[in-house]
């Protein structure tokens, strides 16, 4: 008998003798009653020795034998023992992943990019990451840390600030050597791409409240191209698909690479929502949560905002 075999057969036969039925055994091990009886005839011809009698008074039902009582306590405390080891082994292996949360945006354009210089510094931890537009529940997905996009206040979650963010419009190198701006109206005259992920976000910075900031009240900023995703409004910017307002940390990369031109690069409006790192806060004893964390914000701290700090910002935050 292999061993897959053998412990089936065990369990069909430590169920079947505590419920003295092979019926009751299969609706436990979710098969059918002829596959426990099989399974518990198997193990008899290979031990030579019966584990059951058949009683036909009153109820039908199966008696283990005097050597089937006899090996019980051993058999169940073997099974007590294999599960222990079972959930030791998952616990020793959940001690070595981390389960992230972040946008598909966020993953494509800031964390990914990035990634391997985590995987040098601690090469023994896994990260599982769920890339969601909607926000998840960390308690029932078993999540351990996330990033998210907001004014910093999410029930029953720690959150710690990574970056804030600047907002601007960008165009691609083609486009901008056709374009004349000056000005902020003047790219009323041009094709505007909308990003609409954060609509239902208070606070997130449109076009058009983007011009308002910047005093051209009640823009016609209607018209345009409007995409979901802002890793896909930056593509499109990137094709030459029109003008995108921009977020500074989205768009780091594809500026410093030269992907993307930064129109009007001496205003800058500050968006008032800002990029949290968010966690359950018993996950941070989880050996290797710190060390995520301090990446997180090492890696953080390096990016676009020291640039944005020698242009001139345009009053204070959107209100």
């Known amino acids: ?20 039925s092979f019926s009751a055994a299969g609706k436990e091990l979710n098969v059918s009653s002829a596959a426990v009886g099989q399974l518990v005839r198997s193990l008899e011809d290979w031990l030579g020795v019966p584990l059951f009698t058949r009683t036909t008074s ?17 058999i169940r405390a073997g099974f007590d023992r294999l599960s222990i080891g079972l959930a030791k082994l998952k616990e020793s292996v959940s001690q070595n992943t981390l389960t992230l949360t972040v946008s598909p945006a966020f993953a494509s354009k800031w964390l990914l990019p990035r990634i391997e210089s985590f995987s040098a510094q601690d090469p023994d931890t896994d990260l599982l990451l769920d890339t969601n537009q909607r926000i998840v529940d960390f308690v029932v997905q078993h999540i351990d840390i996330g990033v998210r996009y907001g004014a910093g206040n999410w029930p029953g979650l720690v959150s710690e600030k990574l970056m ?30 909308h990003d609409m992920t954060g609509d239902s976000n208070a606070g997130y910075v449109t076009w058009e409240t983007w011009f308002e900031r910047l005093g051209v009240s009640k823009a016609p900023v209607g018209r ?60 941070i004893t989880k050996p290797r949560m710190k060390s995520f964390l301090g990446w997180l914000k090492d890696e953080a701290s390096k990016d676009c905002p020291t640039e944005m700090s020698m242009h001139k910002h345009v009053g204070n935050k959107l209100r």
Do not use: W
């Not at 963010?165 to 505007?192: G, M, Q, W």
């Not at 500074?248 to 205003?267: F, N, Q, T, Y």
């Open 1 to 20: 008998m292999s061993a897959p075999a053998y412990l089936n057969a065990l369990k069909a036969f430590e169920a079947s003798a505590r419920h003295q």
């Open 164 to 193: 804030e963010e600047a907002v601007f419009p960008v165009c691609s190198p083609d486009l901008y050597k056709r374009l004349n701006i000056r000005e902020p109206a003047d790219l009323l005259t041009h094709t505007l791409i």
């Open 58 to 74: 009153g109820r039908q039902r199966i008696v283990p034998t005097e050597a089937a009582l006899a090996a019980l306590p051993d």
């Open 224 to 283: 345009g191209h409007r995409i979901n995703n802002s890793a896909a409004v930056l593509q499109a910017a990137v094709d030459g698909q029109g003008i995108a307002l921009a977020r500074s940390v989205m768009a780091c990369d594809d500026v410093k690479s030269g992907r993307l031109i930064r129109l009007l690069p001496e205003l800058t409006v500050l968006s008032p929502l800002s990029y949290y790192a968010v966690y359950r806060a018993e996950c």
